[in-house]
């Protein structure tokens, strides 16, 4: 199986900060990477396919980049709702794998 | 807009089996531009891919689970089944249903998640 290890585990930020979290993959995955974002109680939801592709709807100030095995999602300026558990999705082999999450609270 | 929803037991005893549903409504589960997938995330941890499902019913199946694994597909109900034979307290998550897209393959249509708890 290919293991995702994102870093950090956790990260306190403020609003207006610029976070960015990092996932790399045990083997090159090219571009099969995709990064989503889940708050307590809710399903997981997509942001970034493709490595850097932003799904429609989702703020201009996510971004996605990397490939082979290293990979990074960059939010920059903060804002309130940003506050949740981030995840890697890797697609390029079987079985499909996820980071284990970095979790980002408000300082 | 399509949208998932899971359905089943909220409790189920050891050793017994888990059998999921989950409905598609919006979109035709016929549809070829599509997989449907089952994860799981166990309580306070990450996520875990199970298996997926096209719709000539090819499936794909994590190896971990496998050997108790079943994924189905009924056309004509709209709908996809998982089902899970002889759990145990590690089988405790919410399961979500979810859709594959093509290209680079991503979840991007998820079910609000049901939550499994296996005990006695």
């Known amino acids: 199986d290919i293991q995702m290890t994102q870093s950090p585990s956790f990260v306190s930020a403020s609003v207006g900060d610029r976070v960015t979290i990092t996932c790399r993959a045990s083997?090159?995955?090219?571009?099969?990477l995709a990064w989503y974002q889940q708050k307590t109680g809710e399903a997981p939801k997509v942001l970034i396919s493709g490595a850097s592709s932003l799904q429609s709807g989702v703020p201009s100030r996510f971004s996605g980049s990397g490939s082979g095995t290293d990979f990074s999602l960059t939010i920059t300026s903060l804002q309130p709702d940003d506050f949740a558990t981030y995840y890697c999705l890797q697609t390029k082999n079987f079985p499909y794998t996820f980071g284990q999450g970095t979790t980002l609270e408000l300082k | 807009q399509v949208q998932l929803q899971e359905s089943g037991p909220g409790l189920v005893k050891p050793s017994q089996t888990l059998s999921l549903t989950c409905t598609i409504s919006?979109?035709?589960?016929?549809?070829?531009?599509?997989?449907w997938s089952w994860i799981r995330q166990h309580p306070e941890k990450g996520l875990e891919w199970i298996g997926y499902i096209y719709f000539n019913d090819n499936t794909y199946k994590n190896p971990s689970l496998e050997s108790r694994l079943s994924i189905s597909l009924d056309t004509s109900r709209n709908q996809f089944y998982l089902t899970l034979t002889s759990v145990t307290a590690a089988d405790t998550a919410v399961y979500y249903c979810?859709?594959?897209?093509?290209?680079?393959?991503?979840?991007?249509?998820w079910g609000p998640g049901l939550t499994v708890t296996v005990s006695s």
């Open positions: 083997q090159g995955i090219g571009a099969w």
């Open positions: 919006g979109e035709s589960i016929s549809d070829g531009r599509y997989h």
């Open positions: 979810a859709r594959v897209t093509t290209g680079y393959k991503h979840f991007d249509r």
